[in-house]
């Protein structure tokens, strides 16, 4: 979602429009500019459920973060930001750092802070809730001061990277919340491996592809070619593996997929406003290839077959879906 654009704003409401939006979207702070005279921004804010995505691309500008905001205005916020095309500099209890493009630096928004670039720039950023991630601060903060000891550092990067490139398309996507969910698992997992917690990085690398996986499922559930082999395939793990990773959650992964598709299924043919002409159609919009498999577990998971249910929220004088025997209907 755009929160600010300054290209159709008179030139002298700038400047505090653009600390509104970052002190309001990231975290308090005062910002400053390389040409008070030529301030042009644009911020956006992705929503992810576990996770939020906040990009500037901005002239030079410097965000300071004093001791007296950090004291008077709390932040829970921990983030991985990108530099976008220049330099960025960072300075936080006592560590000075320069950045070039694609550097990956991990920030507590809590602590005061010196951060900027010269010229034309941008900032990509992933925020996740301290509690959401329930790790300490002190461990967050060693892992901050050398994100790179981490062997996940380019997995994280690049992650970082595509979602944040891609976040106002993605957050609108049916996985967002579960892409939300492993991105925040994949931070933690950062974290506890550049400050080599062994223990906790186990924990932690199950919940993210626990996570990882139920994402890219949820995000290809109409595909009727989603298969395990698939599935493995996509997320660099054996198949043994895959079905391993449901047994720990308690789950099968063929029945997940068809439940998750029967729920998209009904929700499609009870929808006010019809995107299918018939009940076939929508089995095959959920993947199901054969109608009778469909219809028969359809029955199984809700006690009414799918012609039994728009029959029973038929209202007279509106066109209903096509209900016979061959298009999924039977029962």
């Given at each position: 979602?755009l929160?600010?654009?300054t290209q159709s ?5 700038r ?7 970052v002190?309001?979207?990231?975290s ?7 040409d008070?005279s ?8 992705s929503?992810?459920?576990a ?13 300071r ?7 008077s205005?709390p932040e829970?916020?921990i983030?991985?930001a ?7 500099h ?6 000075e750092?320069?950045y ?5 630096m991990l920030v507590d ?5 010196v ?5 034309g ?29 981490s062997?996940?550092?380019d997995?994280v990067?690049?992650?970082?990277a595509?979602?944040?490139a891609q ?8 996985g967002?919340?579960?892409l ?11 974290v ?6 062994g ?11 626990q996570?990882r996986?139920?994402?890219?499922v949820?995000n ?6 989603l ?17 391993k990773?449901y047994?720990a959650?308690?789950q099968s992964l063929?029945r997940s997929?068809?439940?998750?598709r029967?729920?998209?299924?009904r ?8 995107r ?12 199901f290839?054969?109608p009778s ?11 009414v ?8 929220r ?11 025997a ?6």
């Amino acid at each position: 979602m755009l929160v600010l654009d300054t290209q159709s704003m008179p030139a002298g409401e700038r400047a505090e429009a653009f600390q509104a939006t970052v002190s309001g979207n990231c975290s308090a702070s005062m910002a400053t500019f390389e040409d008070p005279s030529a301030i042009h921004a644009k911020m956006t804010v992705s929503d992810f459920g576990a996770a939020k995505v906040f990009n500037i691309d901005a002239s030079g500008t410097t965000l300071r973060r004093t001791p007296a905001i950090s004291r008077s205005s709390p932040e829970t916020s921990i983030v991985l930001a990108l530099p976008m095309r220049t330099d960025n500099h960072l300075s936080w209890a006592r560590e000075e750092r320069l950045y070039g493009p694609r550097d990956l630096m991990l920030v507590d928004l809590s602590l005061p802070y010196v951060y900027g670039w010269q010229g034309g720039g941008a900032s990509y950023a992933l925020h996740v809730d301290v509690d959401q991630l329930g790790l300490p601060r002190d461990l967050i903060h060693a892992a901050a001061r050398e994100p790179r000891r981490s062997p996940l550092y380019d997995l994280v990067r690049d992650h970082v990277a595509r979602v944040t490139a891609q976040a106002e398309q993605l957050a609108v996507s049916p996985g967002a919340a579960e892409l939300g969910a492993a991105s925040a698992e994949l931070m933690r997992a950062l974290v506890v491996s550049a400050a080599s917690d062994g223990r906790r990085l186990r924990d932690t690398m199950q919940s993210f592809m626990q996570a990882r996986v139920l994402a890219y499922v949820r995000n290809n559930l109409r595909d009727p070619d989603l298969t395990p082999a698939r599935i493995a395939a996509a997320n660099a793990i054996s198949l043994r593996a895959l079905y391993k990773l449901y047994e720990a959650m308690g789950q099968s992964l063929e029945r997940s997929i068809i439940e998750q598709r029967l729920q998209g299924a009904r929700t499609d043919l009870t929808a006010s406003h019809r995107r299918y002409t018939s009940i076939a159609a929508v089995a095959r919009a959920w993947g199901f290839a054969n109608p009778s498999f469909f219809s028969t577990k359809f029955r199984e998971a809700f006690g009414v077959t799918p012609r039994q249910l728009v029959a029973a929220r038929a209202v007279p004088g509106r066109r209903e879906l096509a209900t016979s025997a061959s298009d999924g209907g039977s029962g």
